[in-house]
């Protein structure tokens, strides 16, 4: 069964930093572009930043942009979030996932192009 595994997550004050790291599981996912989302309780699964496979291209939600920096390690199977000034209004459960549209950037944004998702790690910011 593929899977995707995130792992990171943890409380932190507001102005603090998290890294949070997504692994595949039962297979490879080259050539797939990757991508963060959020969904805080009660609220639409939301686009946070995505990676294409070569890492050449990045984007990221307007809420983030600055604060957060999405990244990967091919060699290592891995995909990061880095994520610093956090505030309350990031607190949410973080999703990974992939996408097999690489070439296309438009797609990086909408969660229907993601094939493959993880069960999500938990970042609770407080105040």
């Known amino acids: 069964q593929v899977q995707l595994v995130e792992s990171g997550g943890g409380l932190v004050q507001a102005g603090g930093s998290l890294r949070v790291s997504c692994v595949p599981s039962?297979?490879?996912?080259?050539?797939?572009?990757m991508g963060w989302f959020r969904q805080a309780p009660g609220k639409e699964r939301d686009f946070v930043a995505a990676?294409?496979?070569?890492?050449?291209?990045?984007v990221y939600a307007d809420s983030v942009k600055g604060r957060f920096t999405i990244s990967r390690d091919n060699a290592k199977n891995t995909v990061y979030l880095q994520m610093n000034s956090l505030k309350p209004e990031d607190t949410a459960v973080y999703y990974c996932a992939a996408n097999p549209l690489d070439y296309s950037r438009r797609s990086y944004y909408n969660p229907q192009n993601y094939l493959y998702w993880g069960q999500g790690t938990q970042v609770t910011v407080s105040s």
């Open positions: 039962g297979r490879t996912f080259s050539g797939y572009a």
């Open positions: 990676i294409s496979w070569s890492g050449s291209t990045t």
